[in-house]
């Protein structure tokens, strides 16, 4: 499937999901910001087709790094690049939620919540990098019960939220909003002390 989201022309990777549709959510609020990540270091953890990396690119990351570990994503994510006229960045399948990359400035996440365990986990990896490297985190979700109930959203600020078309809330169990959030300060300093 071929999309063009925004300026963005992507090659969809995800097969009986409407990714695109979450993309362009995550997509439009990074290039409507492009603060977000204009010279920043750039990790899009749960990469799929790579429309988040593309969109940190066109908005001036000073690098990017793709990560999914679907090894089509990684292909996929290339050839959007190409598609979209720019050299391709890095794009990694291995997991990186238990490695500590370095140097990280921005680590992004798009609808990466879909179970408890993978939560706790990337909460974890979360803090860590936060608290070692004042990472800051941009998280994209669709209000998914896994990241709505964890402990998680308690520590975050909502920056942006859009309404999903019909087709996607029928698809998705009636999920409504796609929500970008960002690490309120305070958690910072919480992270810091303990």
Same mark, same amino acid.
């Given at each position: 499937?071929?999309?063009?989201?925004?300026?963005? %022309?992507?090659?969809?990777?995800?097969?009986?999901?409407? %990714?695109?549709?979450?993309?362009?959510? @995550?997509?439009?609020?990074?290039?409507?910001?492009?603060?977000?990540?204009?010279?920043?270091?750039?990790?899009?953890?749960?990469?799929?087709?790579?429309?988040?990396?593309?969109?940190?690119?066109?908005?001036?990351?000073s690098q990017v790094l793709a990560n999914d570990i679907d090894p089509v994503a990684t292909i996929v994510t290339t050839l959007n690049c190409e598609l979209n006229g720019m050299k391709p960045f890095p794009v990694v399948s291995k997991n990186l939620i238990g490695t500590k990359p370095e140097n990280l400035e921005l680590i992004l996440l798009g609808?990466?919540?879909?179970?408890?365990?993978?939560?706790?986990?990337?909460?974890? #990896?979360?803090?860590?990098?936060?608290?070692?490297?004042?990472?800051?985190?941009?998280?994209?979700?669709?209000? #998914?019960? @896994?990241?709505?109930?964890?402990?998680? #959203? @308690?520590?975050?600020?909502?920056?942006?939220?859009?309404?999903?078309?019909?087709?996607?809330?029928? @698809?998705?169990?009636?999920?409504?909003?796609?929500?970008?959030?960002?690490? %309120?300060?305070?958690?910072?300093?919480?992270?810091?002390?303990?």
């Amino acid at each position: 499937m071929k999309a063009h989201l925004r300026n963005v %022309a992507l090659v969809d990777c995800v097969s009986g999901w409407n %990714a695109s549709v979450l993309d362009e959510k @995550q997509i439009k609020y990074l290039l409507d910001n492009p603060g977000v990540t204009k010279d920043k270091k750039v990790l899009d953890l749960g990469s799929g087709c790579g429309a988040s990396s593309i969109a940190a690119r066109l908005s001036g990351a000073s690098q990017v790094l793709a990560n999914d570990i679907d090894p089509v994503a990684t292909i996929v994510t290339t050839l959007n690049c190409e598609l979209n006229g720019m050299k391709p960045f890095p794009v990694v399948s291995k997991n990186l939620i238990g490695t500590k990359p370095e140097n990280l400035e921005l680590i992004l996440l798009g609808d990466m919540f879909h179970e408890q365990q993978l939560a706790d986990r990337l909460h974890c #990896r979360l803090r860590e990098c936060i608290r070692t490297h004042r990472t800051q985190v941009l998280i994209g979700d669709p209000g #998914r019960v @896994q990241f709505e109930g964890h402990t998680i #959203r @308690q520590h975050l600020q909502k920056l942006a939220g859009f309404q999903l078309p019909d087709s996607v809330r029928e @698809q998705n169990y009636g999920l409504t909003t796609f929500n970008n959030f960002i690490f %309120a300060e305070l958690y910072f300093n919480t992270c810091e002390n303990t």
